[in-house]
Nanobody
Framework: QVQLVESGGGLVQAGDSLKLSCVAS????????MGWFRQAPGKEREVVAAISWSGDSTYYANSVKGRFTISRDNAKNTLYLQMDSLKPEDTAVYYCAASTRQYFSGIYYSAVNYDYWGQGTQVTVSS
């Protein structure tokens, strides 16, 4: 059974940092693109950051550019999201996602390109 399990969420104050992790099990995603999405109450799910299978290419939403960093450790089948200078508007449930397409050097921006999803981890930033 394939699983993506996120961790690292929590309640923090504006300006603080958090690091999210997503551990995959059941299959390897070391040759597939992965991404982080978030969904705030009453809003649609949106892409936060995405990374190619090799880690050579990354994408960030404008709202997080310069504050968040996506990375991966293919040997550990793990995806990370370092979040610095957090703002109240970053409050959301954060999901990791993985594609099953292999060796695509580009970036998947849309949720439709992802085949597996984690259960989400809550990030709450107080002002």
């Amino acid at each position: 059974q394939v699983q993506l399990v996120e961790s690292g969420g929590g309640l923090v104050q504006a300006g603080d940092s958090l690091k999210l992790s997503c551990v995959a099990s059941g299959r390897t995603f070391s040759r597939s693109g992965m991404g982080w999405f978030r969904q705030a109450p009453g809003k649609e799910r949106e892409v936060v950051a995405a990374i190619s299978w090799s880690g050579d290419s990354t994408y960030y939403a404008n709202s997080v550019k310069g504050r968040f960093t996506i990375s991966r450790d293919n040997a550990k089948n793990t995806l990370y999201l370092q979040m610095d200078s957090l703002k109240p508007e970053d409050t959301a449930v954060y999901y990791c996602a993985a594609s099953t397409r292999q060796y695509f050097s580009g970036i998947y921006y849309s949720a439709v390109n992802y085949d597996y999803w984690g259960q989400g981890t809550q990030v709450t930033v107080s002002s």
